[in-house]
């Protein structure tokens, strides 16, 4: 009943920049967090950053400074700018939500990943 749909993600040099999109879908009453994770090959998935319903954001620290997260609460709607990206951002990028539905349960959903790569 909910769906989050990536894209932006995409080949770009070392330098450069990228704008991922998360949109929010279904019979949502209220989003409590919206972010992103992300997973390089043979490695766990991190957190990436995430901001709430008060507009509080949680940064990992190997982005800060270079990466922003943003919201358009009308759209259910996230964004990940993305700049002075290094190869060590290569990784599929997911998005999630922690979300409550219309019919008044609470859970955690996720995207289907956008795979960003980095090239030196």
């Known amino acids: 009943q909910v769906q989050l749909v990536e894209s932006g993600g995409g080949l770009v040099q070392a330098g450069g920049s990228l704008r991922l999109s998360c949109a929010a879908s279904g019979s949502i009453r209220s989003i409590h967090f919206m972010g992103w994770y992300r997973q390089a090959p043979g490695k766990q998935r991190e957190l990436v950053t995430t901001?709430?319903?008060?507009?509080?954001?949680d940064n990992a620290d190997s982005v800060k400074g270079r990466f922003t997260i943003s919201r358009d609460n009308a759209k259910n709607t996230v964004y990940l700018q993305m700049n002075s990206l290094k190869p060590e951002d290569t990784a599929v990028y997911y998005c999630?939500?922690?979300?409550?539905?219309?019919?008044?349960?609470?859970?955690?959903?996720w995207g289907q990943g956008t795979q960003v790569t980095v090239s030196s």
């Open positions: 999630y939500a922690d979300l409550t539905t219309h019919w008044a349960q609470r859970r955690d959903y």
């Open positions: 901001i709430n319903s008060s507009g509080g954001i």
